[in-house]
């Protein structure tokens, strides 16, 4: 996942790695007496960090966002070493008054027989847990993982794992105040460009049998704008060559550092999507600066493979559908005409604008789409303001943390209410009605 906030938590990491018997402390001003703590283990993050494959950076983000929130709210974060030979102990576990692990966090527990508390506990699972997949080794709804109930699992994306909790990512800054159109700030720099969704591109390479339209859809964007991807040259996957391979036009760069790939987003019209990576939250933060986003809607919805859930997925980011156009787009990558006039009713509004000396030269200009508001695209382009801006915002992200917080509560047989009904004999003995 490409996101401009990674960073954050790299850096929290880097720290970590230098500790073996003490940990770090985020102090938010009280005393460290009498501060609440808060035992933060991104045990998955640790095994991936550093190594040469692709490790989700949305989960990076996530976790980053998760130990700044905490610390907005008081806490003194606890953020556990990076060790694999070191785990919490009882003790720590009994010093502190919520945990955040995840699955292998609690795996790692279970090996040494010190399990993170049920009461206290909540782990980070990005695509959610549904409880429909019972046996698996790994993640199945089998003891010990169904001492944590489904509303414990923390997911990335809102409103797709319905058991679960959503917690998401602190991807762009608040709602901008009201403004006239004279108090707007002034339009960024902004070219006709697309910035193409990812770092890695395996999926555009024919030989890795993904589907066809993947590598079909950058070729259909490119005949409507200049598109620029910022590529890991040194991937596994040969990212670089299949891009070079599929569609010779696009210009390849650099991973670029957060503060330059926040001002590449802003200084494009476009994040275009292929299909994956999925739910990447960097299409929030595009949005957020002011950028519309294009993502396609997969041919027949996909059931993951190797993930907790067997809920179908319908799209690159499903939140991304309940964003109305003409902001985000999600389109049939399989129809190219209809392709084509989201392009034009884009460049209608880009040229609305921005004027038509911003697009290609050359091109008869588009009339805008019925309903399409020039003050409202001005107040994008200028501020990011869209709706359901808020659920990616810092101040939703905050309300979710403290949310989490107050629900930290000994655990009831009621928290297990829709597992009862469908594998009872899993849950432990607290789950079971008096």
Same mark, same amino acid.
Request: aromatic share 10%; hydrophobic share 40%.
């Given at each position: 996942?490409?996101?401009?906030?990674t960073?954050?938590?790299?850096?929290?990491?880097?720290?970590?790695?230098?500790t073996?018997?003490?940990?770090?402390?985020?102090?938010?001003?009280?005393?460290?007496?009498?501060?609440?703590?808060?035992?933060?283990?991104?045990?998955?993050?640790?095994?991936?960090?550093?190594?040469?494959?692709?490790?989700?950076?949305?989960?990076?983000?996530?976790?980053?966002?998760?130990?700044?929130?905490?610390?907005?709210?008081?806490?003194?974060?606890?953020?556990?070493?990076?060790?694999?030979?070191?785990?919490?102990t009882?003790?720590?576990?009994?010093?502190?008054?919520?945990?955040f692990?995840?699955?292998?966090?609690? #795996?790692?527990?279970?090996?040494?027989?010190?399990?993170?508390?049920?009461?206290?506990?909540?782990?980070?699972?990005?695509?959610?847990?549904?409880?429909?997949?019972?046996?698996?080794?790994?993640?199945?709804?089998?003891?010990?993982?169904?001492?944590?109930?489904?509303?414990?699992?923390?997911?990335?994306?809102?409103?797709?794992?319905?058991?679960?909790?959503?917690?998401?990512?602190?991807?762009?800054?608040?709602?901008?105040?009201?403004?006239?159109?004279?108090?707007?700030?002034?339009?960024?720099?902004?070219?006709?460009?697309?910035?193409?969704?990812s770092?890695?591109?395996?999926?555009?390479?024919?030989?890795?049998?993904?589907?066809?339209?993947?590598?079909?859809?950058?070729?259909?964007y490119?005949?409507?704008?200049?598109?620029?991807?910022?590529?890991?040259?040194?991937?596994?996957?040969?990212?670089?060559?299949?891009?070079?391979?599929?569609?010779?036009?696009?210009?390849?760069?650099?991973?670029?550092?957060?503060?330059?790939?926040?001002?590449?987003?802003?200084?494009?019209?476009?994040?275009?999507?292929?299909?994956?990576?999925?739910?990447?939250?960097?299409?929030?933060?595009?949005?957020?600066?002011?950028?519309?986003?294009?993502?396609?809607?997969?041919?027949?919805?996909?059931?993951?493979?190797?993930?907790?859930?067997?809920?179908?997925?319908?799209?690159q980011?499903?939140?991304?559908?309940?964003?109305?156009?003409?902001?985000?787009?999600?389109?049939?990558?399989?129809?190219?005409?209809?392709?084509?006039?989201?392009?034009?009713?884009?460049?209608?509004?880009?040229?609305?604008?921005?004027?038509?000396?911003?697009?290609?030269?050359?091109?008869?200009?588009?009339?805008?789409?019925?309903?399409?508001?020039?003050?409202?695209?001005?107040?994008f382009?200028?501020?990011?303001?869209?709706?359901?801006?808020?659920?990616?915002?810092?101040?939703?992200?905050?309300?979710?943390?403290?949310?989490?917080?107050?629900?930290?509560?000994?655990?009831?047989?009621?928290?297990?209410?829709?597992?009862?009904?469908? #594998?009872?004999?899993?849950?432990?003995d607290?789950?079971?009605?008096?």
């Amino acid at each position: 996942m490409e996101t401009a906030t990674t960073p954050g938590l790299c850096m929290c990491l880097a720290t970590a790695t230098t500790t073996t018997t003490t940990v770090n402390h985020a102090r938010a001003g009280a005393s460290h007496e009498d501060m609440s703590k808060a035992l933060v283990w991104p045990y998955a993050a640790y095994l991936h960090f550093g190594v040469k494959r692709v490790w989700s950076l949305g989960e990076y983000s996530q976790w980053a966002d998760l130990c700044a929130a905490l610390a907005t709210l008081g806490f003194e974060v606890i953020l556990f070493p990076m060790n694999a030979k070191v785990f919490p102990t009882q003790g720590l576990y009994d010093s502190v008054h919520i945990i955040f692990t995840d699955y292998n966090g609690v #795996h790692a527990g279970k090996s040494k027989k010190c399990l993170p508390p049920a009461d206290k506990t909540w782990l980070l699972d990005t695509f959610g847990t549904d409880g429909t997949v019972l046996q698996h080794e790994f993640f199945g709804r089998i003891p010990p993982l169904t001492n944590y109930p489904l509303e414990r699992f923390l997911t990335l994306v809102p409103g797709y794992g319905q058991r679960n909790t959503f917690l998401g990512v602190a991807a762009v800054a608040g709602r901008p105040p009201a403004s006239t159109a004279e108090s707007l700030p002034g339009l960024p720099p902004r070219q006709w460009r697309c910035v193409l969704w990812s770092k890695v591109q395996p999926w555009l390479s024919e030989k890795n049998g993904f589907p066809a339209y993947h590598w079909q859809l950058l070729r259909e964007y490119s005949k409507h704008c200049q598109v620029i991807a910022t590529i890991d040259r040194k991937d596994t996957y040969g990212s670089e060559q299949a891009i070079k391979d599929c569609c010779p036009d696009v210009e390849i760069r650099d991973v670029a550092s957060p503060e330059g790939f926040q001002e590449l987003l802003r200084s494009s019209a476009v994040y275009v999507g292929v299909g994956e990576p999925l739910i990447a939250p960097s299409c929030f933060e595009a949005l957020g600066l002011g950028t519309h986003v294009v993502q396609p809607r997969f041919p027949e919805p996909r059931v993951l493979k190797n993930k907790p859930t067997t809920q179908a997925w319908t799209s690159q980011h499903p939140f991304l559908e309940e964003v109305p156009e003409p902001f985000a787009f999600t389109v049939d990558p399989l129809d190219h005409v209809a392709l084509a006039a989201v392009f034009g009713r884009l460049r209608a509004n880009f040229e609305a604008v921005y004027g038509r000396q911003a697009t290609a030269p050359g091109v008869a200009p588009s009339a805008l789409a019925p309903g399409d508001d020039v003050p409202a695209l001005r107040r994008f382009y200028a501020t990011g303001d869209h709706p359901a801006r808020e659920q990616y915002a810092i101040a939703g992200f905050l309300k979710r943390a403290a949310r989490i917080v107050r629900r930290t509560q000994p655990l009831r047989a009621e928290d297990w209410a829709w597992e009862q009904q469908d #594998h009872p004999q899993s849950l432990p003995d607290v789950s079971r009605p008096a």
